[in-house]
């Protein structure tokens, strides 16, 4: 974890400073994550509005937020599932590129 002070502004912390600052980090990190799982979520929910199915939230694309399901089991990647949905998407993306092939643009 990065604070951004040097040593010697860190050895000056009192320590209820350190926990704010690591509070603070710790937020803006979320914050981070949050916006970059809402891009991912919509990028790989894109099929799934497409084609039907089920669609994640951002918080699945949270490293902060990833927890064990309640039954102990840890979240598994459905590898197979996600791979069948990104080539039926680019399938219906060439039959809908070739059936317009000649066409405006506009």
Known sequence: MDLGLSSEEF???TPRQFHFMVDH?????????LLTGIIAANVANLPARIFGGKMAPPADYMPSRITAREDGEDDEIDRERIANDVRAFFERAMKIGEAQK?????
């Open 102 to 106: 000649g066409r405006p643009l506009v």
């Open 11 to 13: 050895f000056r912390l």
């Open 25 to 33: 980090f710790r937020r803006r990190l979320e914050h981070w994550e």
